[in-house]
């Protein structure tokens, strides 16, 4: 194929780029897109053949699909606006919609923090209640029902089960996974060390992780799944964050030495490459958690504000955790996702090996610090070795700083903060800004 032809394919996929830089799903690479565009390379072949002594009418960006691959992941959304989970042929799990923004949420599923009082009322009303559960380690008690048909906004919900402005009601809302697909190509990292190499207990709310990876030959994890009876996590993002965090092997350091991982599976499939979370299994999440007396839990996920998600978070950091999470992935003109959005939440952007930021990183006053997430190696689902790409790859960096810090100092959070922003190097404007936060936090020359 001519030059002509090979800007062309350029022009095509760097619009798809600009489309998708809005999208809130999945993550596909170039090299799939470009590979999606033969068809339309060839329909354009011969006009473009006969063309060829006329200038093209856009000027072409001189770039490499090397370069594109490397350096581009593009969120192309395409999830249907109702989509059944099911757990096999013949059940379905729940059915998740999309709503205002481009969020997604299990239809017409709310979810109350009541007292009993409120829960009286709700039982008195024209609901179908799912379940009632009390939360020990957040002290919080939570209701999830199906809102009555045509009921489809919180004013409306509230009216309509003679609850006052003072509850914390919100919808069951999908949060999705914030990383890019991997790419085949692996070479050597150079070793790193550890954040530390004492024996720290660090936590993570994700996908399911591929434990018999050689990643994890000697590693100390602890999972539990929080997704409908007979519906599977797929392992993907899971096993990617956690052969960072404590992943050996000849191309892989982990970012802790002696970690004591808890591993939280709130993610489903919802395509091939998009997995989301429910609000529900999230609350669950954290509360087993808290019980387990984790200091530090990583969650590299996003979605949307929620009075429930903001509430559970409260409730946990109260119990003395710290929370870590991905500024997300939807680009420098996003709005504000969460939880990395919330003040009490430590939200993480990835810079690339050069300290330039990743192109599609979340920017705002609410970002905090920045780490290496941008061709990074880690472990993958299926067994192999593999470089990825996002927030979420850079968010492990904090968690396991700060699993270290608390040891330091005795799980006092304020010195633990304090120290960590002091030894973040300052790579934009002088002091905090929306870019890179405090600035980047990088694994020691020895441990901490």
Not at 123 to 152: D, E, H, M, W
Not at 264 to 274: G, H, I, K, L
Not at 386 to 395: D, V
Request: proline share 5%.
């Amino acid at each position: 194929m001519n030059i002509k032809n090979t800007r062309v394919k350029h022009i095509i996929a760097a619009s798809l780029c600009i489309f998708s830089a809005t999208s809130s799903a999945n993550i596909v690479r170039v090299d799939q897109v470009l590979g999606q565009l033969n068809p339309i390379e060839q329909r354009i072949e011969q006009t473009i053949e006969r063309a060829q002594h006329l200038p093209l009418p856009v000027p072409v960006p001189q770039v490499s699909i090397d370069e594109l691959k490397a350096q581009i992941s593009e969120p192309i959304s395409s999830l249907p606006n109702v989509l059944n989970i099911n757990i096999n042929s013949q059940n379905t799990a729940f059915v998740e919609v999309e709503l205002e923004n481009g969020f997604r949420a299990i239809e017409r599923q709310w979810l109350l923090m009541a007292n009993s009082q409120q829960l009286n009322t709700l039982k008195q009303q024209n609901v179908t209640i799912v379940s009632v559960k009390n939360y020990n380690a957040l002290n919080i008690s939570l209701v999830r029902f199906n809102a009555p048909q045509g009921v489809n906004s919180k004013s409306e919900l509230l009216k309509a089960l003679n609850l006052d402005e003072s509850a914390i009601l919100d919808r069951n809302h999908i949060y999705q996974a914030q990383t890019g697909e991997p790419t085949a190509k692996v070479t050597q990292n150079k070793p790193i060390a550890p954040y530390c190499t004492q024996s720290v207990k660090i936590g993570m709310i994700d996908s399911a992780i591929n434990t018999k990876h050689s990643a994890f030959e000697s590693a100390n994890i602890t999972t539990q799944s929080f997704l409908p009876q007979g519906l599977s996590s797929p392992n993907l993002h899971g096993t990617a964050i956690a052969g960072l965090i404590t992943g050996k092997g000849a191309k892989l350091s982990p970012l802790l030495g002696n970690a004591k991982l808890y591993s939280a599976e709130v993610f489903y499939r919802q395509s091939e490459y998009a997995q989301g979370a429910t609000l529900f299994a999230i609350v669950e999440a954290l509360n087993w958690l808290v019980s387990n007396k984790i200091p530090v839990i990583n969650m590299s996920l996003t979605g949307p504000n929620n009075a429930i998600l903001e509430a559970s978070i409260t409730a946990a950091i109260k119990q003395n955790v710290l929370i870590v999470a991905a500024a997300g992935n939807q680009g420098p003109a996003s709005q504000p996702l969460y939880p990395g959005a919330y003040k009490s939440v430590i939200a993480v952007s990835a810079i690339d090996s050069q300290n330039q930021i990743y192109r599609w990183s979340n920017k705002g006053d609410y970002i905090d610090f920045t780490a290496f997430g941008v061709n990074v190696v880690t472990s993958q689902g299926n067994g192999e070795f593999g470089r990825e790409s996002g927030t979420s790859m850079a968010a492990p960096h904090v968690s396991a700083a700060l699993s270290c810090l608390l040891l330091k100092h005795g799980n006092n959070k304020t010195k633990a903060l304090n120290e960590l922003t002091s030894l973040a190097k300052d790579l934009g404007e002088q002091g905090k800004d929306t870019t890179f936060g405090y600035g980047a936090i990088y694994p020691p020359k020895s441990a901490l």
